[in-house]
């Protein structure tokens, strides 16, 4: 785990995995809790948490892609759809991330 904050691609999973966890928090429990039970404090609380960690994997991928030379058309793109698919950013990180020298 150590190895994974000293390389850019190692923060990058360790961003993807924190925005994937936050999405299916928000996704699964906050906004059930909010519509379903009135109750929008964890929407409140975490939304903003979300935001910022879909921005920070956003900035990362493209700094990343740009660093490694990805080619945009073949892997930028699908590392960044990942962070809109519940579960994205953890199959991404199967599939592509930790195949990656690091």
């Known amino acids: 785990m150590?190895?994974?904050f000293k390389t850019t691609i190692g923060r990058l999973r360790i961003i993807a995995?924190?925005?994937g966890i936050s999405l299916l928090i928000l996704v699964f429990i906050a906004v059930p809790l909010k519509y379903y039970f009135?109750?929008?404090s964890l929407t409140k609380s975490l939304g903003p948490i979300h935001g910022a960690l879909f921005l920070l994997f956003i900035?990362?991928?493209m700094s990343v892609g740009i660093e490694q030379n990805?080619?945009?058309s073949k892997t930028t793109w699908k590392v960044i759809l990942a962070?809109?698919?519940?579960f994205?950013?953890?199959y991404i990180d199967k599939k592509i991330l930790s195949?990656?020298?690091l």
């Open 2 to 4: 150590g190895n994974l």
């Open 17 to 19: 995995y924190l925005e």
């Open 38 to 40: 009135h109750n929008p």
């Open 59 to 61: 900035i990362n991928t």
């Open 70 to 72: 990805w080619k945009f």
């Open 83 to 86: 962070c809109f698919i519940p």
């Open 88 to 90: 994205g950013t953890f």
């Open 99 to 101: 195949k990656l020298n």
